[in-house]
């Protein structure tokens, strides 16, 4: 198949429309990286050969569309995206980001994008063939980071040639294609009853954390348990997650709850997740943490 992209001086994807003819094109092969020659005589059809003369490489259509989406947002430095789950937007809205790096590791997992917008931060996954798996959602969800999947499968099955105008504003400008995988939307049920319903935790050990994981391995849909405690005439909430690490927060801030978390975070390591305004700690601190709630809890038993 005759090699019609290539990358230029700088990596990024160009045409054999868009550049000058022979090796003043100054590009190289997107597979193999040798350096190529635009050619663009009278009689073939234009195309990239390596300048070795070797034969042409197998370019796959998913990998540039990949390569090409990363390139645009870095240009553009700019998204529409829809609006975010469980929030009074109602419209999709232009995301203007600081700052963009690709596939920077986060722990486990490296996201295409990572962007930062003020203080906050922004995973954008780019899929053509491989979307994000349960394993690297449930990383997410544990972190709160705001995540946005980019769907191009579309793209690929259209003769839209990458890169181009046409597929560029796909890309930044469409909204039917992108998904929020982080916010999750709520379910309403979750909201006023649930701490009525708080079950007892007064000898809550990491046994009884282990036997919830289990609980909720038979219901994806829910991956935390949720417990309201009153602390100082306060509403805490605390959410405990599948993998014992847990999520604290006033219901309405409150400059003493927020004092103290922060202290424990000192204590025995946490973290603040802006996105969601609550203190995130791990195990196995997270334990002592809950116990500590639990001890101050002052919420009447019925
Ligand atoms: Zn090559």
């Known amino acids: 198949m005759l090699m019609n992209v290539a990358v230029n001086e700088l990596d990024q994807l160009v045409n054999i429309k868009q550049v000058e003819k022979g090796l003043a094109c100054h590009c190289f092969c997107f ?28 370019i796959s259509p998913e990998s540039i569309l990949h390569k090409f989406a990363k390139q645009v947002i870095m240009e553009e430095q700019s998204i529409v ?11 999709a809205k232009t995301w203007q980001f600081d700052r963009l790096v690709e596939e920077q590791a986060i722990g486990p997992i490296r996201p295409d994008l990572v962007a930062s917008i003020d203080n906050d931060m922004l995973l954008i996954e780019v899929a053509v063939t491989s979307f994000v798996d349960k394993e690297k959602l449930d990383f997410i969800k544990q972190l709160s980071f705001k995540t946005v999947e980019i769907d191009l499968r579309e793209l690929l099955s259209q003769s839209i040639d990458i890169p181009s105008e ?24 979750t909201s006023s009853l649930d701490w009525l319903s708080t079950p007892d935790i007064s000898c809550i050990n990491s046994e009884q954390i282990n ?19 009153t602390i100082n005439k306060v509403w805490v909430d605390t959410w405990v997650f599948n993998d014992g690490g847990i999520s604290v927060k006033a219901v309405n801030f409150n400059p003493d709850i927020a004092a103290l978390l922060k202290r424990w975070s000192k204590e025995g390591g946490g973290r603040y997740t802006p996105n969601f305004k609550a203190w995130k700690y791990y195990n196995p601190f997270a334990h002592t943490v809950l116990q500590r709630l639990k001890a101050m809890d002052s919420t009447p038993k019925f």
Do not use: T
């Open 31 to 58: 597979e193999c990286n040798e350096p190529v020659v635009a050619r663009k005589g009278e009689k073939n059809e234009h195309h990239f050969a390596h300048s070795s003369n070797k034969e042409s490489c197998n």
């Open 211 to 229: 036997s919830y994981q289990n609980e909720q391995q038979s219901m994806p849909e829910k991956n935390y348990v949720k417990y309201r405690f």
């Open 81 to 91: 995206l829809p609006p975010l789950p469980n929030n009074d937007e109602m419209e």
């Open 166 to 189: 046409e597929a560029r504003q796909f890309i930044l400008e469409q909204v039917h294609n992108k998904k929020w995988l982080y916010p999750e939307a709520i379910e309403p049920k």
